[in-house]
C-alpha cells in the first residue's frame, strides 16, 4: 500500500487552489496549440485534442516528474506530416502506438540516464531556440487568411490584436505586484475574455482556428495491414518520433529539475511517455511527448505536483465534451500574450551575462544548435549535433593533455611517465613521444598517471612493442589501472605486450 502511495506521489504535501489553477491555465494555452498542429499535420482537429487529454493525464499520474505537462506537441507531430501525406491517417495512428513502444523499451533498459551527456551549452542552445520558436510561432496570430491567401493583419483588425495582447502582457507581468494567489495568465485570459465579450469587440478567438466540441475519445484499432511491408513504411517515423519525443522530454525535465531543485526519474518518464503515445494509436490521439512552455506556465503558476496536469487533461476533455461554446470564444490575443510571455521566461538570459565568460568552443555549440532548432524546427538533431561537436572539442582538448616526463636509471633503463590519456585522439600524440632509435635496450612505460581508454590506445601499445622488438629492444608496461589490464587481456589474441605489476 505504501508502495502504491509512493507512485502517485500522494505523501507530498499539494497546494490545492495553485493546482487546480493552475490545470486550468494549462488547459487554455494547450487548446489552440493542439488545435494548430493538428491541422498543420493535416489531422482532423480533435486528433490533436484528444492527444492532449491522453498525453497529458497518463504521464501525470504515471510520468517520473510531477509538474511537467505533456500534449500533442509540435516536435512529434512534425515527425509524421510526411507519413499522413503517402499513406493516411491509420498509419499514423500505428506509427503513434509503435513510437510508444519504443519509448517503454528505452525506459525499462534505463536508458533515460544518458542524457546526461548533454552539455550546458547545448541546454543553453536548446532552451533559448526554443524560445524563439514559441515566440514566432505567436506572430501567426497577426495574420489572416482572405481567399485562400494568407496576409498580414492591418488597419483596425491589427490594432485591436495588437492592444488586446499588450493588454495581456501588462496583466501577466504586473499582476504578482497585487497578489500571487491566482496565476496571472488565468486573470489575464479572464480579463481580455469579458472585456472583448462586454464590449463585443470583433477579433480572433478559437473558434477561428476549429471546433473543439466532440465526444470522448473512440477506441480505434488502426486499420492497417499486418505485414512486414507495412512494419517497414511506420518504423523509421515511430524510431523518429520515439526519439525527439524522449529528448524533448528529458531535456524539459532537467529543466523542471532545475528550477524545482528536485530530482525527477527520467526511466519512469519514459514508460509514461511510451504508455501515453500507445492509448493515443488506439484512441484517435496524434500522439506527443512533454510540453516545455505548457511546463513552464504550469510551474509559474505555482504547481508542483501531479495534480495540475491531471486538472489540465480533465479540463481539456469537459470542454469537448460540454464547454465548446464558451471557450470557443475566447480570444486568440489573450492565449498569445500568455505565450509571448512564456517565450520571454523561457529564454535563458543569464547565457548572455556569461558569454564572455565562457569557452569560445561552448558559445559556438550553443548558437549552433539554438540556429538549428529554429530553423529546423528538429529539437532531436540540434542537440544530438551540439553533443556531437561538445564530444569532439572533449577529445581534442584531452588528446592535447597527454604528456611524458623521461629519465634513465642507474640500470640504463629508460622511463617514461604518461600523463593524460591514451585514447583514439591521443595516439599520434603518444607516439612522437618516444625515441626508438636512440633509446636503451630497456624501455619502461608508466601509466600511474594516465590509463589506456579505448582499442586505439591498445593497437597503439602493440604497434610500439613491435617497433621496439624489431630494433632489438624490450617495452615493457608498469603501473596499469586494473580496467586497463582487463582490456589488455581481453585484446591479448590480436596484440602482445609486457605487462610488469
Not at 31 to 38: D, G, H, K, T, V
Not at 181 to 209: E, M, Q, R
Not at 326 to 334: D, K, L, Q, S, W
Request: aromatic share 8%.
Amino acid at each position: 500500500m505504501k508502495a502504491y502511495l509512493n507512485l502517485f506521489n500522494f505523501k507530498q504535501k499539494v497546494n490545492y487552489k495553485n493546482e487546480v489553477l493552475a490545470g486550468l491555465t494549462v488547459a487554455m494555452t494547450m487548446i489552440p496549440e493542439s488545435l494548430s498542429f493538428a491541422i498543420l499535420a493535416g489531422f482532423p482537429p480533435l486528433v490533436g485534442l484528444y492527444a492532449a487529454f491522453i498525453m497529458g493525464l497518463i504521464t501525470s499520474v504515471f510520468g517520473g516528474r510531477p509538474g511537467l505537462i505533456s500534449g500533442g506537441a509540435g516536435a512529434t507531430v512534425i515527425v509524421l506530416v510526411a507519413l499522413m501525406k503517402s499513406n493516411g491517417i491509420e498509419y499514423v495512428f500505428a506509427a503513434v502506438a509503435l513510437a510508444g513502444i519504443i519509448q517503454i523499451l528505452v525506459g525499462l533498459f534505463k536508458l533515460g540516464k544518458f542524457i546526461r551527456l548533454v552539455p550546458q551549452p547545448v541546454m543553453y542552445g536548446f532552451v533559448n531556440g526554443l524560445a524563439v520558436i514559441i515566440f514566432m510561432a505567436q506572430l501567426e496570430q497577426f495574420k489572416t487568411v482572405v481567399n485562400g491567401q494568407t496576409s498580414w493583419l492591418s488597419g483596425e483588425p491589427l490594432l485591436i490584436m495588437g492592444a488586446l495582447v499588450t493588454l495581456t502582457i501588462a496583466i501577466v507581468a504586473l499582476f504578482p505586484r497585487l497578489t500571487k494567489a491566482v496565476p496571472p495568465s488565468l486573470v489575464a485570459i479572464i480579463v481580455v475574455f469579458l472585456l472583448v465579450l462586454g464590449l463585443n469587440i470583433d477579433t480572433k478567438t478559437v473558434k477561428d482556428i476549429a471546433s473543439v466540441s466532440g465526444g470522448f475519445p473512440p477506441f480505434h484499432i488502426p486499420a492497417i495491414p499486418l505485414e512486414l511491408e507495412t512494419l517497414k513504411i511506420i518504423f523509421p517515423y515511430a524510431l523518429i518520433m520515439a526519439g525527439v519525443g524522449l529528448t524533448e522530454g528529458l531535456l524539459t525535465l532537467n529543466l523542471v529539475d532545475e528550477i524545482t531543485g528536485t530530482p525527477g526519474n527520467r526511466n519512469r518518464e519514459c514508460i509514461a511517455q511510451g504508455a501515453a503515445n500507445i492509448t493515443n494509436g488506439f484512441f484517435f490521439g496524434m500522439g506527443g511527448c512533454p510540453m516545455i512552455a505548457q511546463t513552464l506556465v504550469n510551474l509559474n503558476a505555482g504547481a508542483r505536483a501531479r495534480l495540475s496536469g491531471i486538472i489540465a487533461s480533465v479540463t481539456i476533455l469537459s470542454i469537448i465534451l460540454f464547454g465548446a461554446p464558451i471557450i470557443e470564444r475566447v480570444p486568440m490575443a489573450a492565449l498569445t500574450g500568455v505565450m509571448i510571455m512564456v517565450a520571454i521566461g523561457t529564454f535563458e538570459w543569464i547565457s548572455f551575462r556569461i558569454i564572455n565568460k565562457m569557452p569560445k568552443q561552448d558559445i559556438f555549440v550553443g548558437i549552433l544548435v539554438a540556429i538549428i532548432t529554429i530553423c529546423l524546427h528538429n529539437l532531436a538533431l540540434a542537440v544530438l549535433i551540439g553533443v556531437i561537436i561538445s564530444a569532439l572539442v572533449f577529445a581534442w582538448e584531452s588528446a592535447k593533455r597527454i604528456r611524458a616526463r623521461k629519465y634513465t636509471d642507474t640500470h640504463g633503463t629508460k622511463h617514461y611517465e604518461l600523463y593524460g590519456p591514451l585514447f583514439f585522439a591521443s595516439v599520434t600524440a603518444f607516439n612522437e613521444k618516444f625515441d626508438i632509435a636512440g633509446d636503451p635496450d630497456q624501455v619502461i612505460i608508466d601509466f600511474k598517471d594516465s590509463r589506456v581508454a579505448d582499442m586505439s590506445g591498445i593497437e597503439a601499445l602493440n604497434k610500439l612493442t613491435d617497433r621496439y622488438a624489431k630494433a632489438g629492444k624490450t617495452l615493457k608496461l608498469r603501473h596499469l589501472s586494473d580496467d586497463c589490464k582487463i582490456l589488455l587481456k581481453n585484446a591479448e589474441p590480436l596484440i602482445a605486450v609486457n605487462i610488469l605489476d
